[in-house]
């Protein structure tokens, strides 16, 4: 039986510094969470790649594959990216005023 270490992704990679150590399509900047992201939400993979022309249906299907390989890595990334009050802690809501000096958030 073949276990999922010991498959092979030929057009997926994961490199400190880019795109901080996420699975990334080779050759593009796009996470394997986006493409999984968007066919949760109900897109096709034709769909997809009408979203992203630079990528081949190998690809795609590639980035799809890793992520039934690797499950809970994926899915952790795509929670951590959907966590609304992680991102509130990150980057706080600015209280600005505007010349009127009404409160208008930035």
Known sequence: ???ARAL?????????GLQGGRAVVAGSR????????????????YEILEMYPQLSPSQVHDAMSYY?????EID?????IQDESF?????PPVLILNEKNQDIYG
Not at 8 to 16: A, C, D, L, S, T
Not at 30 to 45: A, D, L, Q
Not at 76 to 80: F, G, K, N
């Open 1 to 3: 039986m073949i276990t």
């Open 8 to 16: 092979k992704h030929p057009y997926i990679m994961k490199r400190k």
């Open 30 to 45: 796009i996470p394997v969470s986006t493409i999984v992201n968007w066919y949760k939400m109900g897109k096709e993979i």
């Open 68 to 72: 039934y390989d690797h499950l809970k």
């Open 76 to 80: 952790d990334e795509i929670a951590s």
């Open 87 to 91: 991102w509130k802690r990150q980057f």
